[in-house]
């Protein structure tokens, strides 16, 4: 089992930026593909960047490219989404996930945090 707690959402205006932080517990960090996905109301779980286990890999949405940065720290077992230039359309909540396979579906991803807020106001 690994446990993951997302923190760091907020509300911020257009043009602003924000760091998400998840922190993992429980088996190996260095285990598991890690990934941020995000859910608007109302639209799917859409996956917004992925990295692997030594941060030599990253993957990231292209409505996201250019402006978020992946990266983790395995001694602190945390991952990050720095998530720079914010536009409205970013609005939703953000998810943390754990997984064994380097893939952007959210079905193929095992473990899961609560979800951090994120709010860009125009």
């Known amino acids: 089992q690994v446990q993951l707690v997302e923190s760091g959402g907020g509300l911020v205006q257009a043009g602003g930026s924000l760091r998400l932080s998840c922190v993992a517990s429980?088996?190996?960090?260095?285990?598991?593909?890690m990934a941020w996905f995000r859910q608007a109301p109302g639209r799917e779980r859409e996956f917004a960047a992925s990295?692997?286990?030594?941060?030599?890999?990253?993957s990231y949405a292209d409505s996201v490219k250019g402006r978020f940065t992946i990266s983790r720290d395995n001694a602190k077992n945390t991952v990050y989404l720095q998530m720079n230039s914010l536009k409205p359309e970013d609005t939703a909540d953000y998810y943390c996930?754990?997984?064994?396979?380097?893939?952007?579906?959210?079905?193929?991803?095992?473990?899961w945090g609560q979800g951090t807020q994120v709010t860009v106001s125009s």
């Open positions: 429980g088996r190996t960090f260095t285990s598991y593909i």
């Open positions: 996930a754990a997984g064994v396979r380097y893939v952007t579906s959210p079905r193929q991803y095992d473990y």
């Open positions: 990295i692997n286990w030594n941060g030599g890999m990253r």
